[in-house]
């Protein structure tokens, strides 16, 4: 009896994961959408009406028509019925959208054809049960996530926020909250995970969104241009991002190509309708309904599989204790305050890694500025970064005796929170070297740097480590030799994954003291650099050091 038991313990089949879950590389949407049906004798299609669904209408009708059984087409949010593809869909969340869509309908498959809508709210746990309890088999053909954050967050400028009592903006827009584990609103949108594992924003030369030059969407369908109907926020596009929030609110031309910044894509699908797919043994198909594409990124997906994003429920990541999930809060937590701002976003739980936190901006301005307006501004400068520096190797020690108890042993969960803890680590690394040699370069300042009111100093980069390239000399040879050795560890630990892709697309800098003219009539404003190597510019207490060009940006 015992033999047996182990037997179907052994058998039994473990929680879903994202990696079986996700399927990738398909080109033919037909191949796609059957993926997504699998072997449901009764279909039904809910389709997010988007420019570049709605572009697709006759071959979504032929794709649904050759699914090899009864099959409805449905519009997102709505009842099935007519099913109009000339006007996009207008609905609030996903989740309570899908709700409506899929009401009566029950013993078969819910093919969702997902585009700009794929955010969920806190009523995702509930829609799994019902899904269940009717046993409907969710599957989807729908975006790629974002890379461990939701596609619109950090979009936002200060003035689409709301300032708190402390003069922080809230990193939301129309009711969206930044919370993803308070109940009440939609609260994650897009992201692989269920909730950031580190900041998706930075003060000081780490990017985690990269430049790509796109056209607008096209046309909708029965003519004109639509493409401001659908209300700022939710998820991106087809690999989504701000364009889709420049479309929805009318500040795009048709004709024209715009320069956007997106977050890097993560190989799997949006947490919430990966996970609703997963417990329902549907299938995540990852398709692009833009046919120009929205990314040049191209991953090793058998290794990102090694690092693939957590699908158990909110609750229980919440209430389980993780060294490593601990850690990431903590050290989060330590770079992110309104004196010390690292990371420009503050942690979504508390500094133990178990209570809700509402994300928030830090307050504004940099802790290195490009530029001293006078002696008081150089003066902070000079307080303020030693104490930064403290702070980053307190989060760094955070990190490293996590990475350290949880050895080689690490679970699939653990596995996806090491990269996570690594990349933040190595992150932190690259800031405290810049803040170090921004501090050298500026410490041989002189008190008559200021004597020339044409003139302010003030720091540029001058020289970066870009792949395996080092130009001029840095402050600290030292430090420097050991960041490129741990950058090249990390470039080969993550190749061809997401942690990989962000450092291979990230420099970095030290500093040399320059000297801008200040323009006429504005004391603060900031002219073209003036070439500062060797002695060039004011003359300084202690003299500062010569550079090769700029490589930095």
Known sequence: MQTILVALLLAAPGPPTASATVVRGQTDLARAMKIAAGS???ILVVVDVTPYTARREAEIRAAAAGLGAPCRLVRLGEAPGGMVFSMPSDVGGTIPALRRSLKGFSDGAAVYLADWHFEDDETLEGFIEDLRRRRVVLGVVGSEAAFGRGWNDGFFPPHRGTPDARGRIRLYDEGISRSPFEEGDAPWHGGDTAYPHQPFRYALRWQTVFPAERRPPPAWAGGGARTGERRAGGGGGARGGEEDLRERLRSVQEDAVHRYHFPLPSGFGPYGLMRAAAETRGRYVLWSWNPEGRSDVTYDYARCNLFAP?????RSILVE????AAALMRAWHRVASDRVRV?????????????PAEMAETAPGGF??????????YEHFLDVVPETIEAIDGAVGDLERALLRTGSS????DRRYRADADLFRHTLLVHRFQLAEALAAARPLGPDAWRDPGLVPGL???????????EDAPWDPGAAARLLADRRRMLETYRGTPFGEMVRRNSVHTFRLVWRPVAKGDPSARGTPAESSGGHGPATGGGSRGGGPTTGG
């Open 410 to 413: 690490a679970d699939a969960v």
């Open 368 to 377: 290195v500025p490009e530029h001293w307006d006078d002696r008081d501004d």
């Open 321 to 324: 204790s993780r060294p490593l």
């Open 343 to 355: 990371a420009s976003v503050t942690p979504p739980l508390g500094a133990r890694g178990r209570r």
């Open 40 to 42: 449901a004798r009764e």
């Open 460 to 470: 540029e980069p001058g020289w970066c480590i870009a792949g395996e390239r080092v």
């Open 310 to 314: 957590d699908l158990r429920d909110r």
